[in-house]
């Protein structure tokens, strides 16, 4: 073997234990995902993304070694980014046209107000600027897949990592909460199917409970919200780099007066924009479909792979005493974005008609 060949397998080493490790821990969470939900009487399952974040901060005595580290980085740096940027293939530009200019206006609206009252919200209870940063865009874009997006260009703090297992949880269960109580809010207000869709894909976090929440009304109802969930996603883009641009520029502020910013650009978010422009232009080409849709189930997967991996890597860094020493003030501010964008959108589509 040659030197050239041998050299990246030793950059590689050091890694290899914390990503091995990570691996195992998201295996072991798509094994239990359908255990637990039968155990749960099958109505409602535990995502396998939450169950990777709880196996791996039970698992943070064992992996909180020099050994595992570098592999865990790995893991929550890199492998993150190119399982979110992967995701632009879900998207497809011709979908989010066919909203109309007034659907869009109420749904970007309502994401930046949200955005707003995170960054607001953890000023007023005492938190970190990256927890409110943290839960407001995960509250407005995609729950757990937006936080973890936004966790790459938050500035380090400590106990960011406890701060992001959380914001983590917490969409998850607030979703869930959100897919059983949101339908019931549509039939006291007397939505349509189509407001119905609308409300639910603009305000519920995860792109699996808007899906369930909506199948619960109707195959149409499900379909708009699909549709409104994915314009939601692809504003991951904006608001990440949005959110990144303001805190580092607030944290070179907070240090130096003369210092200047350095804006962050992350290569995934750019990434995901050109894949979703590829998958928009492929939905246009009927006669490609046959090679293209493989290719992109495949990367779909991997993505979710990825995800599922990286999760699992930021549980392992965890310390669930970091997480329970979090306090009531974390739930008041992801509570407190849950509640804003729900009136918003709400309140839009009852001044809409």
């Not at 530009?93 to 009252?117: E, Y």
């Not at 909460?177 to 019931?184: E, G, H, S, V």
């Amino acid at each position: 073997m040659s030197v050239a060949t041998i050299s990246p397998l030793i950059a590689w080493r050091p890694r290899l234990d914390g990503i091995v490790l990570s691996v195992a821990v998201a295996i072991a969470s798509v094994v239990a995902e359908p255990l637990l939900k039968a155990a749960l009487g099958g109505r409602v399952g535990v995502p396998a993304i939450v169950i990777a974040l709880v196996i791996g901060m039970l698992l943070h005595p064992l992996a909180n070694t020099a050994r595992f580290e570098p592999g865990m980085t790995f893991c929550v740096k890199k492998l993150l980014r190119w399982a979110i940027a992967l995701l632009g293939l879900r998207i497809a530009l011709g979908d989010i046209i066919s909203l109309g200019i007034s659907t869009a206006l109420l749904v970007v609206g309502s994401m930046v107000i949200t955005v707003v009252t995170g960054m607001l919200l953890a000023r007023w209870l005492g938190r970190e600027a990256g927890m409110g940063a943290l839960a407001g865009v995960a509250t407005a874009v995609c729950g757990a897949s937006a936080a973890l997006a936004t966790a790459t260009v938050v500035p380090d703090y400590r106990n960011k990592a406890a701060d992001v297992a959380f914001t983590v949880i917490a969409m998850n269960v607030l979703a869930t909460i959100a897919m059983l109580a949101y339908p019931l809010i549509c039939v006291w207000l007397g939505f349509s199917t189509e407001q119905t869709g609308i409300m639910l894909g603009a305000t519920i976090h995860d792109v699996a409970q808007v899906v369930g929440a909506g199948q619960s009304v109707s195959d149409e109802a499900a379909n708009a919200a699909v549709i409104v969930k994915l314009f939601r996603v692809f504003m991951l883009l904006p608001a990440v780099l949005i959110v990144g641009w303001w805190l580092v520029r607030d944290s070179a502020k907070t240090a130096d007066v003369t210092a200047k910013a350095k804006v962050p650009v992350p290569v995934f978010a750019i990434v995901f924009l050109c894949l979703c422009l590829l998958n928009s232009l492929m939905a246009t080409q009927p006669a490609l479909t046959g090679i293209y849709q493989p290719l992109r189930d495949a990367l779909l997967e991997a993505s979710r792979w990825g995800l599922l991996i990286a999760i699992a890597a930021l549980g392992l860094a965890t310390s669930m005493g970091a997480m329970a020493r979090l306090g009531w003030r974390h739930l008041a501010l992801v509570t407190g974005t849950t509640l804003t964008i729900l009136c918003i959108v709400t309140g839009g589509l009852l001044m809409l008609g």
